[in-house]
């Protein structure tokens, strides 16, 4: 099947399917605690905060999603110009299409005639090893957006059920870390190890301490393996496909484990879907967080409901912030929760200190 | 919108539809212990208390809810009268409409032409900052009814999710301190910090340690984020409250978390539904309790229907404490009870000892 | 209402409706381990115990239930029946009609026209404050049945939802103990401590250390404010009730709350529905098992129905024997069991070890 | 009733109706740790396992269940077709019927017309009290089918539930010991424990040591108390089955008993319905594992299907040795887990280092 057709395929389920996850984030085991006077002005409520070198207004990004086929720019122009609007961040999706077929770079390009703040680019890693990219690849991928970060996704549950699918994933941390060490020497751009909606484990992060920034992109949210499923008409196949339908890492889970063994910056993603679940990211730790399915479906019907649903979730964050009393991001990342379970012993197993 | 139209429409809301959290109190992880001797005499038990001076037959409350518009005379008296044959006590409403219009004191002052028992007045926190209240009004609001004692209602959630809210609670509890205690060199009346329905944590009642009593109004009764997700019509406001519904700390844990930071009175409140419920509270060493939603739906049908519920409260008591074997309040206080999940849990979160 | 009537209705209410507790006995939390190789012949599995100076042929005795009213006859006839042909024990139920009333001692006598088995005589705590009760009372109670043993039963909650309670327990067990510990010098015959469906605490037992045998009859089984709420037509004394219908200390848990401070013979009662139960009570530690409700509703169908459940349940707990490897009781009251929530957090949370 | 026709009435309902507990394996209380990185090759993914001196291209046999009857030649040949195909292994169902009547060891010799894999031949443990059986028949077993080993199946639930059942379990494991030692003598064959769907507990697995492997056989799949029940038509007999329905140990929390106190080769087997099931019992320290029931199930639509089914489930485990990063199987052995609640309390209360 022809790649663009695939990824449209991919939008058209997105938007109109349940596509996620029966299993939650585990953000449910967080509980933020009501600060009964919050001490604080509302009016004073600051959400800034810097990344990758930009000063974004909230600590929202919307996560990498698409490009590479006509109707792409549309998408991607929305969500630039709700972005810029707000003064948020976005990702770009896989830049994969472009680097193969430089007439469809302009379905990711786009997004520079609509905003200047933080635009993020996105190669999938294991293309490194199938595809043999090198250090020009790389390039290509930064300059054709005027990258202001480059996210390299690991998706081996996505690679694996697709019958397209690339599932040589020999060495493949070794192999970036020379390539981006090498790639450093020349231009210093942050990189960040991103999943795609299964989560890192805390030995994922130790191995990937290479990179600048993880985004944990944990499940509960968009499932490939349920989108995926609604692809398959193959009986069989399709059995397969439904025992791991609830396979990987809960967002929550994953960002404690990673914060168990990375000291770098880590990005809260996979089914937030509120400015709670936001504000109990950064309340875990985080320095930003990222949405992607609920910004596809807002993207489609124009730019103006990306904004309405970006400034839903700030508020929502705000409103969260006079009620803990966290005048800041900074004062939020050090409010005291409750993790309750399941979530506390899964991370006493895991040998996660909390 | 009119204040006294804002205030007849919660209490019209209050009465006819659902608006109470789907979370509970968490009173059911309380579970008392039954004494399969007794040993006590049904007709020897004496639920007596002494609260701010006066002398309570039992140690329940009507929680302040009213006042300040014409109707609300009808339900304060039909409070009081209940009150006044039982000897119990009763707070009012937010008095600050009267403080702004000395023409509605009287739906405040009529609970004095029908009680001499324990009364309670109330005012906002964020009103000492909004309107620069100061030693006077607290003076005006006491001499109106002859408190017994004032509660100072601390409702951020309630604040922030009005629209005409106010939203200003910087470094309230800091300008309380201060003015409370100016306050006592004039006149030595009992201050009680009070929530609406969201309970303090530890945190709180710590910065609360110069207030005479906490009342702890935790969640699991009326839910103000429910109430006023009634009154919105717009759709994204209705979506942001929609996650704040059961935003609070619930009662038991409230309590506990109080007491394990503050050392003197608590009384238990929100959500206490019957004489279990108002034993537990007592069994977690609160001197008192509070109940407000029954009673408003009592009191809009007459003080006959008051007395009945409120004797019901007391004869659910009264044979908790014979299947538990406690004669008296006191004993009722030392009793052992079992602590459970998720309530133990989250106190060992809390860093609460129990 | 008369004595007779109300028993009357009882025995009707249990029959025909659903009066048994909402919340079980925790037994589901007890769980045997199956023993793969069994290792035992099940032809050679005895069941023998001796209890009050009889042998039984299996650990299992009917519960006190009734006497005292024509038609009583009937169902104690059948019982006495069922337990001569399996040797089995029985008890009947109080004998206050009788002490009252001389005429109606065939009620209760009628049971040693058809056994020899181990029969125990039953009188109210209560009635030796309110009756003031004696030495003759208990003699008279023994003698007309011939009785091996005598259980005293403690009732507060039936006794303080009943319109026509006795609610005087005051100093009860002091009392108690006086009368028993004089009888003793005249006639040494066992006596129980009995509750009638919602269990002895740890602090209970210790305080009833000088009977000879503690009853548990916990909670999981019948219900008396379920029984009682079936009677009640008044709307408010309903709502009461209500809240009482899931008060009591689970059987389970009585049993070893009983065994933590208690050292003599442990009877394990009050909702047992299978001989799986009834192995469970031996493992936790159990002398003998009882049963009520179901045999009253075989009662009332005939001696064979009582015959056909009792066979049922000492086959049950026959192939339980061999499943967990136990030839005999003894080796049953010694296998290992698991302990799982919520019962094993709640025995710690009491202080008991198990 | 004659043993063939019995036999052929257990795949009848085996195969039309629901014949598996309402109660789980537990396996859903093991959580596999989805590697973000992978850092495999699928297609470098080696499955294979060496067991009783055959090599398997995955570690999955097909459990015992069939022969000695008419019609059972037809299922053992479609096993043994798929078997040979996949190069799995595969046991037979007891062979006592050809034991008894020679004519009918043909019903399991054909499975080596089929293939040369690994083939394990059935004997009852009762059987050697209850028959006598010796060094002989082991001897015929084996030759019978040339057998690389010999499961010696312990079911004492099922002869317990059966009216036609042997109930003489006493001493048989220093029976066995007796005769295995014996036979070993004679020959070295490898002996294996093996229950029919109860699971073995650590008790058991340290009697059993003498025996070469451990076949857990836990409960969570097919339940003989179920299978038995739609047998039962008589009513007090159903009553009692009902009351067996979830006996046994659950197939993870078997796996984990035995392997405390049991060092030598352990199949995880019982209920296992997916290629995750097994990758799970792999990481809890099998060698290998067995399913039986959807095997039958399919055999009985043709051999095809059981090449099917066992591909799929093949399939399964590699996508999970993928997404563990597992190589091979002595790589998927030692991958981490979480052990969640209620097996992980379970443990602890068994005293299973784990
Ligand atoms: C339609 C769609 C396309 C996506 N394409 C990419 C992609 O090209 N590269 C990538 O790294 N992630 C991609 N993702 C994954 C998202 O970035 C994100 O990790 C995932 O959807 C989980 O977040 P969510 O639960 O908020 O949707 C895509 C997601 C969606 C819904
Ligand atoms: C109609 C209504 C009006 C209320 N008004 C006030 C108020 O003016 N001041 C105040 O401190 N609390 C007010 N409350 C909150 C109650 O005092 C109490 O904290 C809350 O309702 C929780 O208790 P409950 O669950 O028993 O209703 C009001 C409650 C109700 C139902
Ligand atoms: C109809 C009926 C009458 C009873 N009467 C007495 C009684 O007179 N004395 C007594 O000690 N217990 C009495 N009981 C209580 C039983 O002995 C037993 O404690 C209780 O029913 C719990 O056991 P079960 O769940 O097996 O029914 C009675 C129970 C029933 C059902
Ligand atoms: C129809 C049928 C017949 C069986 N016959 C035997 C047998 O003869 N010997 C034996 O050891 N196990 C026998 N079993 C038990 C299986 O080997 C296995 O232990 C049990 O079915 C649990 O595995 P499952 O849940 O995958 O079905 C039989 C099972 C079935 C379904």
């Known amino acids: 099947m022809e790649i663009s057709i695939r990824k449209l395929e991919h939008i058209f389920l997105c938007s109109h399917c349940n596509v996620e996850y029966d299993r939650s984030t585990l953000l449910e085991c967080i509980e933020l605690i009501h600060k009964g006077t919050s001490n604080i002005n509302f009016d004073d409520i600051n959400t800034e905060v810097k990344l990758f070198g930009k000063r974004l207004s909230a600590p929202i990004i919307v996560s990498g999603m698409t ?6 720019e549309e998408i991607n122009k929305n969500i630039a110009k709700a972005v810029e609007e707000l003064n948020l961040g976005m990702g770009l999706g896989s830049q994969r299409a472009a680097i193969v077929n430089k007439e469809l770079e302009d379905t990711y390009r786009v997004v520079r005639d609509y905003t200047e703040s933080l635009v993020i680019g996105n190669l999938g890693a294991v293309n490194f090893i199938k595809d043999g990219w090198d250090l020009e690849v790389i390039d290509r991928a ?11 996704h690991f998706n081996p549950l996505q690679e694996i059920i697709q019958p397209e699918g690339d599932v040589n994933f020999k060495n493949i941390s070794e192999k970036l870390k020379d390539i981006i060490s090498e790639y450093k020497k020349h231009r210093d751009v942050p990189f960040i190890a991103k999943q795609v909606g299964e989560g890192f484990s805390k030995e994922d992060a130790k191995e990937l301490e290479y990179f600048d920034a993880i985004d944990v992109q944990g499940s509960g949210g968009t499932s490939w393996a349920k989108v ?7 009986k069989e196949k399709r059995e397969i496909l439904k025992n791991f339908l ?11 484990e990673v914060k168990s063994s990375y000291n770098k910056i880590i ?39 990306v904004v309405e649903l970006l400034s839903k979730y700030i508020e929502e964050l705000k409103i969260t912030m006079f009620l803990v009393g966290a005048e800041n991001i900074e004062e939020l990342r050090r409010i005291p929760y409750i993790l309750k379970e399941p979530l506390k012993s899964i991370l006493v197993e895991r040998g996660c200190k909390v």
């Open 267 to 305: 990005i809260g993603s996979g089914g937030l879907r509120s400015g709670i679940d936001i504000a109990k990211c950064l309340a875990l730790g985080c320095s930003c967080t990222a949405v992607a399915l609920p910004v596809l479906r807002a993207a489609l019907k124009g730019y103006e409901k």
């Open 228 to 234: 995926e499923y609604y692809r398959v008409k193959d």
């Open 246 to 256: 609830n396979w990987g890492i809960p967002t929550a889970q994953s960002i404690l």
């Open 142 to 152: 930064i300059e054709m957006i005027d990258a202001d970060a480059l996210a390299i």
């Open 67 to 72: 490009g590479g086929f006509r109707g792409a």
